[in-house]
Nanobody, 124 residues
Framework: QVQLVESGGGSVQPGGSLRLSCAAS????????MGWYRQALGSQRELVAT??????????DSALGRFFISTISRDNAKNTMVLQMNSLKPEDTAVYYC???????????????WGQGTQVTVSS
């Protein structure tokens, strides 16, 4: 099991910034990619940004140029991921979820693990 501990989030005015962190650990698992997804009230969960252990990043169009994802890798089973969110807009209001994609050594099956979510509210 990969354990995910999220921190950050909260309330901010439009134009403000927030920083989300996710600490992932899982003995016996190799974490291959991490990402943030979000779900606004009444909407489906959507991708915000992802990053692989090789450093390849993917951003939703809505996040490009405003959000920046990075990781601090301590070893293959422990990673901390950070999402720096700038120029926040009311439409960024949602519950943000940390996600990891991982495998066991020698196995191809990919596991998906999710954090419990952290609320981000952008309002004046």
């Amino acid at each position: 099991q990969v354990q995910l501990v999220e921190s950050g989030g909260g309330s901010v005015q439009p134009g403000g910034s927030l920083r989300l962190s996710c600490a992932a650990s899982g003995e016996g698992f190799r974490i291959n990619a991490m990402g943030w997804y979000r779900q606004a009230l009444g909407s489906q969960r959507e991708l915000v940004a992802t990053i692989t252990t090789g450093g390849t990043t993917t951003y939703a169009d809505s996040a490009l140029g405003r959000f920046f994802i990075s990781t601090i890798s301590r070893d293959n089973a422990k990673n901390t991921m950070v999402l720096q969110m700038n120029s926040l807009k009311p439409e960024d209001t949602a519950v943000y979820y940390c996600n990891t994609k991982s495998t066991r050594p020698g196995r191809s099956y990919e596991y998906n693990h999710w954090g419990q979510g952290t609320q981000v509210t952008v309002s004046s």
